[in-house]
């Protein structure tokens, strides 16, 4: 949509003519989202949009400008509505009661907004990322209290000297004497590392080792033993361990930035950088992997994310973060960013054409480009018309969870018959469409998810070697989600201070978020008290499914289905004990039943749940993509043109930054219009030369 965005611009005066070609009846792949039974948001899971977030935000922040202009600003609001902000969240660690223990953060709010244009000053190095680690560990120092007491202690500055005989002269000190010593070593390598070269680096590293030792030492007698401090004694300890990394390995000064860590297992890297075990198994680094879906095949024994892009996502959410640390969407993917994107896409003149699968991108003869592709046409539009996706839920424009079958000839068939447009093991379709190179188009833009491109360009995975090896190494994850609606507020089930987003939970779902604020949005004659959403990695099976398997789809639904009953009745006790009766089982009939359901609203246990939603992604572009140690190399970047009418987008291509998120696949489009058209510029992209 970004790569669609770009090229349509008014700028471009007419000069790109783009047709869009999608799956089934809605936009948008893994964040696609509809409108189900009482205007219901269905989600394909949790959906926050992180504050470093910038080229996204530029992008929804020029669309919602573009329709106060065109005289539609009423539909959509102003941007600010359909976001808000969110610095609250929950990490969770196992207690030795065999429970859990709650870690709440706040995230203070930093000047300016997301998608606003960067100050002159600031640049996303990694000496300035390493000055702000620097900062918040003096910050930790100054703001821990033990005893009910800051640790803090006068120490006498030197008389005299630069910034490098000061942190030459606290190195010395062997035992800092007391807190004050410590910040404010920390804070002269923070002023030291915003000016560092290679010819400083040596002498910083012997410096920063100095320090960073009195660091580990002053934390370990500080807080180690004080279970109050404990959490904040580990994201201490994982800061130090990076810094020293970073120092040691000299990727300061590398020109190949964090990518020359990439090799290394995050976990690995910290362990040799001196991370204790206790921090490596701590929530924050729990809830790293469960936000990046790090484990491969979905197997939670097996966590995989490399130690570069680790640590770029890291820095990027903690210290590269505008306005708030996250922004909550008011409604659903579909309908916050997809509705107005598209409403304002066909303003601009692009042509949309649903209802159409892929099934290949044929090569010239001679291997240079793209002749052909071939759609399976999943349904025809009666009338030969144009399909008309949107439906109206509160007076807003809105993606339905089904389409609309009476736009579509023999609608009544398939639907009767259960079409499934949207499931990759459902072939059924009404007729099929080849495209000719210079014919119907003159360049194609791939924007399917990675684990659809054996089945949509075979003919390139064969001939070429490149593709054949990103396939492979390039993983994905299978993922599942399911929502609950509730009569009674987490509030009121005893879930304390406000709706936080909560992470390194329980498996299977360890990732989960009250989304009260949505209900609103919604369609209820009765509204519920509160939405919660949950999500996680979905284990594969060891057999991967076959092209043929049509039953596959709804077999893992249905493991979806029990995982999230087992879930209510087991570790969601430990945060809502209000949810439970005197037995000590679940209160089912807590749930609340659409209108739709006859009003049955009698009926009990897991039938009950049988009115909820959830769902597994398994479709191959459904599947989240992860970035394991080595896989940086096998990324093919949208501006490569070995094919010279070809480019690719998506969040698993080289976009600059390797991650299964929002950003990433729209970095990747700004690249793949660049690609085409020469804009954006580079350096217009924000972070795209990060290190």
């Excluded at 100095?210 to 180690?224: A, C, K, P, T, Y």
């Excluded at 009698?602 to 394991?628: C, M």
Aim: glycine content about 10%; charged content about 25%; overall charge negative.
């Amino acid at each position: 949509m970004a790569l669609a965005w770009e090229l349509s611009r008014p700028e471009h005066d007419g000069k790109y003519e783009v047709t869009v070609y999608q799956e089934g009846w809605r936009l948008g792949g893994k964040g696609a989202s509809g409108r189900g039974v009482s205007g219901r948001i269905e989600e394909h899971g949790l959906h926050i949009w992180l504050g470093f977030y910038d080229n996204s935000f530029r992008m929804m922040r020029e669309c919602h400008a573009e329709l106060e202009a065109a005289g539609k600003g009423h539909i959509y609001g102003d941007w600010r509505d359909a976001w808000t902000p969110e610095n609250d969240i929950v990490l969770h660690s196992s207690d030795e009661r065999g429970g859990f223990t709650s870690w709440s953060v706040h995230m203070p709010a930093r000047a300016g907004l997301p998608g606003d244009p960067l100050p002159p000053d600031t640049g996303f190095s990694l000496p300035h990322y390493m000055a702000r680690a620097f900062e918040l560990l003096q910050a930790l120092v100054l703001d821990t209290k033990v005893d009910g007491k800051t640790p803090v202690t006068d120490f006498e500055h030197p008389a005299s000297g630069d910034i490098s005989h000061r942190l030459a002269h606290l190195a010395r000190l062997g035992r800092f004497a007391g807190a004050a010593a410590l910040t404010e070593g920390l804070g002269v390598l923070a002023a030291l590392l915003r000016s560092v070269t290679p010819a400083s680096s040596d002498g910083l590293l012997k410096a920063s080792e100095g320090i960073l030792s009195q660091l580990r030492q002053w934390v370990e007698d500080q807080w180690i033993a004080d279970d109050q401090h404990r959490f904040m004694w580990e994201v201490a300890d994982l800061t130090v361990a990076t810094i020293t990394g970073m120092i040691r390995y000299g990727i300061l000064t590398d020109e190949r930035g964090l990518d020359a860590i990439d090799d290394y297992e995050c976990r690995e890297w910290m362990r040799i950088n001196g991370a204790s075990i206790r921090a490596l198994q701590s929530p924050f680094l729990r809830g790293l992997y469960d936000l990046s879906m790090g484990y491969e095949n979905g197997d939670e024994s097996k966590p995989a994310l490399s130690a570069g892009q680790g640590l770029r996502g890291t820095l990027r959410t903690f210290f590269g973060y505008r306005g708030a640390f996250m922004w909550r969407m008011r409604a659903g993917m579909g309908d916050v960013v997809f509705a107005p994107l598209y409403t304002t896409m066909r303003d601009r003149g692009v042509k949309f054409e649903f209802f159409h699968r892929l099934t290949n991108t044929g090569l010239s003869e001679d291997g240079s480009h793209v002749a052909s592709l071939t759609f399976d046409v999943q349904a025809e539009i009666e009338g030969g018309g144009e399909y008309q996706p949107l439906v109206d839920v509160a007076g807003k424009p809105c993606w339905p969870s089904k389409p609309d079958y009476a736009q579509l000839k023999d609608g009544q068939t398939a639907q009767a018959e259960g079409w499934h447009f949207e499931s990759h093991w459902d072939r059924r379709r009404a007729g099929t469409k080849t495209l000719r190179v210079t014919e119907d188009f003159d360049f194609v833009a791939l924007t399917v998810g990675v684990g659809a491109i054996p089945h949509v360009a075979s003919e390139i995975v064969a001939h070429d070697q490149r593709w054949a090896d990103m396939c492979v190494h390039v993983k994905t994850v299978a993922s599942q989600a399911f929502q609950i609606w509730m009569d009674e507020s987490l509030e009121d089930l005893g879930w304390p201070g406000p709706a936080y987003i909560t992470g390194a939970f329980a498996k299977p779902f360890d990732t989960w978020c009250d989304m009260a604020h949505v209900v609103p949005e919604e369609a209820w004659k009765t509204p519920p008290a509160t939405s919660v959403y949950f999500c996680a990695v979905l284990p594969d099976p060891e057999t991967p499914p076959s092209d043929e398997d049509t039953d596959y789809l709804s077999l893992r639904t249905e493991e979806v289905r029990a995982n999230a009953e087992g879930f209510l009745k087991g570790p969601v006790r430990e945060v809502w004990p209000g949810a439970y009766d005197e037995h000590g089982h679940f209160r089912w009939n807590l749930l609340s039943v659409a209108e739709e359901y006859g009003g049955n609203r009698k009926l009990n246990d897991e039938g009950r749940f049988a009115t909820q939603y959830w769902r597994a992604n398994v479709n191959p572009s459904d599947r989240y993509v992860i970035h394991t140690p080595g896989s940086f190399r096998y990324r093919i970047s949208p501006l490569d043109r070995t094919y010279d009418n070809l480019t690719i987008a998506g969040d698993w291509t080289d976009s600059g930054f390797h991650s299964g998120c929002v950003e990433g696949a729209v970095m990747s489009g700004l690249l793949a219009a660049h690609a085409l058209s020469g804009s954006p510029r580079l350096e217009d992209i924000t972070a795209y030369d990060h290190p």
